[in-house]
């Protein structure tokens, strides 16, 4: 396994549990209190939690990565390539869908609470699922 396809499982790990920890603050929040939800701090703690968690595990990847400490780079071919551009590709279509879903929500005037939620979502499926289909090594077709 190359160094990053180590750093991609760190970041859908990271991304994973710090979204997972944002949910089970707001969820029963917004149970309580509907649109009126305190989410705009434990969104801004999930994304600060996220980045925290990948540099260290970004490092601790580094630190313990053979490659690195021998000076030699992870090699990279044309798969690693079309794997890393099809996985940007599907992360953007779900990045550009929560993007034009929020600004529908904007225009009908709909609650801040929803048009963030919808951008924070996407942003976090758009990026996962870019990670999935790198790991995966470009398979998915489309």
């Known amino acids: 396994m190359t160094m990053m396809q180590k750093i991609n499982i760190a970041a859908l790990v990271s991304g994973l549990a710090a ?6 603050r707001v969820i029963p929040s917004f149970i ?18 996220f980045v925290v968690l990948l540099v260290v595990a970004s490092i601790a990847i580094a630190v313990r990565d053979e490659g690195i400490r021998d000076g030699a780079a992870d090699t990279e071919d ?13 992360a953007a279509h779900v990045v550009q869908a929560s993007v034009f879903l929020a600004l529908a929500l904007m225009f009908l005037d709909q609650p801040t609470f929803w048009i963030a939620n919808t951008l924070y979502v996407g942003v976090m499926l758009g990026g996962a699922a870019g990670l999935l289909i790198r790991l995966m090594g470009g398979q998915a077709d489309g």
């Open 19 to 24: 979204f997972g920890w944002y949910l089970a």
């Open 32 to 49: 309580e209190s509907g649109a009126d939800a305190a989410w705009k701090w434990p969104m801004a703690t999930s994304l600060i939690g």
């Open 78 to 90: 044309e798969r690693d390539r079309r794997a890393e551009r099809r996985g940007e590709t599907w």
